[in-house]
Nanobody, 124 residues
Framework: QVRLVESGGGLVQAGDSLRLSCAAS????????MGWFRQAPGKEREFVAA???????TYYADSVKGRFTISRDNAYTVFLQMNSLKPEDTAVYSC??????????????????WGQGTQVTVSS
């Protein structure tokens, strides 16, 4: 059983940067696609970014492309570097791990394990 714990959230101003981390325990993430999703109050969970198990492919939502970067440092940690933050980026950010290799990286159903989430608040 893989357990995921996010960290790095906080309150920042528009234009600032944050780096989120997702640490795994209970097993390595070596064969998992890793994704970041976010959910704002009153809205549905939405895809933010994903990285393939090899790290060779990355995917981004149009709303964050060019501002956010997903990476995996080793078998146990995944990062989300968020630059030029906007108030509309305010949400709870959760990381997820999955072994669905059919291209469902942008759907929550493509993931097997989820973290509890970390709050990101961007003030204007």
């Amino acid at each position: 059983q893989v357990r995921l714990v996010e960290s790095g959230g906080g309150l920042v101003q528009a234009g600032d940067s944050l780096r989120l981390s997702c640490a795994a325990s209970g097993g390595p993430l070596r064969w998992y696609t890793m994704g970041w999703f976010r959910q704002a109050p009153g809205k549905e969970r939405e895809f933010v970014a994903a990285v393939s198990w090899s790290g060779g492919s990355t995917y981004y939502a149009d709303s964050v492309k060019g501002r956010f970067t997903i990476s995996r440092d080793n078998a146990y940690t995944v990062f989300l570097q968020m630059n030029s933050l906007k108030p509309e980026d305010t949400a709870v950010y959760s990381c997820a791990a999955g072994r669905d290799y059919s291209g469902n990286y942008h759907r929550p159903s493509g993931y097997d394990y989820w973290g509890q989430g970390t709050q990101v608040t961007v003030s204007s």
